[in-house]
């Protein structure tokens, strides 16, 4: 079991990781100061997977805790499902001193996460992400939020959670698309601060994808470092923040042009991230041999869905809608170097859009 803090002075948390971490939840957050029984809100998949375990150890310290039961689904995280957790809430006559915890993947974070940022006008709220991309990504940083009819978290705000218990025992159910997902943004991590956590996934790859526990808390531990620190520089992503988006401008235009079914977020991810290498590479940020090293590590984690078909004006104009140019330009993340990246002012949209059709013309491959 490790425990890292995000040091945001008194907003600060910790974030425990480790295998059988959920069976010391109650201890852990009694110890922090709770002292009634949280509302839990969670999905029947993880509830019936692993709910026993997390009420078990809160019903040790605290007695029995009410759950509020959401539809599973990216498509859920909406205002009728934030309508119903507030229900739920009063229901179970929440006041101002009761707190939420979200048990699941990044779409209960995020929604759980707005609802307790919203209720009462805000009360605490523990997050206990049980995706490999959540453990990584979603439970930390306090950004919470709900997808409208206009677009994906354009409505949320920033709350940050009073813990984060992320039980790496728990992915051992979780299907392998997802697992792979996650691990595409543990490598993202890797490649914008971390060299040796690159070379870990290179070696231990066979080991995390069958899901030792050992190299699975490993590789938490190290993404979820890197992400809490770089929250600390800037919480509010005004600045050094953006480096968490390497891969995501082009990523998002791929995910959005496949009409979120073709690829995950983190297969989207991994081929924005395999486009700014290219690009990079074109531009002259990176050498070839640092490019190919890391071009075959993010295809060597699993198949990602072909690339090749999406068609590339509908990529440009998802890249139009979802970023600012200023004069034709563009801000965006390359790497200096394999674990260093950096962010860029003046990326040529002209350029870029010559890149992405010659991209997808060659399927995303490289020559
Ligand atoms: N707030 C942030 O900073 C932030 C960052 C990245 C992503 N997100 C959001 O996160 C969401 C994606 O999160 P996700 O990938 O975790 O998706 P998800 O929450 O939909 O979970 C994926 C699937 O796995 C199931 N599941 C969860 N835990 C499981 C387990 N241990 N075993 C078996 N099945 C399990 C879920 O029920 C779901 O069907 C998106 O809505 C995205 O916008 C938020
Ligand atoms: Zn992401």
């Known amino acids: 079991m490790k425990t890292l803090t995000v040091d945001l002075k008194e907003r600060s948390y910790p974030v425990v990781v480790g295998g059988g971490a959920l069976a010391g939840a109650g201890t852990l957050l009694a110890r922090l100061g709770f002292q009634s029984p949280p509302v839990v809100v969670a999905n029947g998949t993880v509830l019936r997977l692993?709910?026993?375990?997390?009420?078990?150890?809160?019903?040790?310290?605290?007695?029995?805790?009410?759950?509020?039961?959401?539809?599973?689904?990216?498509?859920?995280?909406?205002?009728?499902?934030?309508?119903?957790?507030?229900?739920?809430?009063?229901?179970?006559?929440?006041?101002?001193?009761?707190?939420?915890?979200?048990?699941?993947?990044?779409?209960?974070g995020d929604i759980a996460g707005f609802a307790a940022a919203t209720f009462m006008r805000g009360i605490r709220f523990v997050m206990a992400p049980t995706t490999l991309l959540a453990q990584v990504d979603s439970s930390i940083g306090g950004k919470t939020g709900i997808n409208v009819a206009q677009g994906k978290n354009l409505v949320g705000a920033f709350h940050q959670p009073s813990a984060v218990i992320a039980d790496t025992a728990v992915l051992a159910t979780l299907p392998g698309r997802q697992l792979r997902s996650g691990l595409y943004e543990v490598i993202k991590c890797g490649a914008i601060r971390s060299r040796p956590l690159l070379d870990y996934i290179d070696r231990k790859l066979p080991d995390i994808l069958n899901r030792r526990p050992g190299p699975l808390e490993h590789i938490v531990v190290a993404a979820a470092r890197i992400k809490a620190e770089v929250v600390a520089l800037d919480e509010t992503e005004g600045g050094p923040r953006m480096i968490l988006n390497y891969g995501h401008t082009i990523g998002h235009a791929f995910e959005a042009a496949g009409g979120y079914r073709r690829f995950t977020h983190g297969e989207a991810v991994a081929w924005g991230m395999i486009a700014s290498l290219a690009y990079g590479r074109e531009l002259g940020v990176l050498g070839a041999a640092e490019t190919a090293h890391l071009v075959r590590l993010i295809r060597g984690a699993g198949r990602l869905p072909a690339i090749g078909r999406l068609d590339p004006d509908e990529v440009w104009r998802s890249l139009l809608r979802d970023k600012k140019f200023e004069g034709g330009k563009l801000r965006m993340v390359f790497l200096r170097a394999l674990g260093e990246g950096a962010v860029l002012d003046g990326v040529e949209a002209s350029s870029l859009r010559r890149f992405l059709e010659r991209f997808l013309a060659g399927n995303g491959n490289l020559e």
């Open 50 to 108: 692993h709910g026993p375990r997390l009420l078990g150890a809160l019903e040790g310290a605290f007695g029995p805790s009410p759950v509020i039961r959401i539809p599973d689904g990216e498509r859920y995280k909406n205002h009728q499902t934030l309508a119903k957790i507030y229900d739920g809430l009063f229901r179970a006559r929440a006041d101002r001193r009761s707190w939420v915890l979200a048990f699941g993947g990044g779409v209960t």
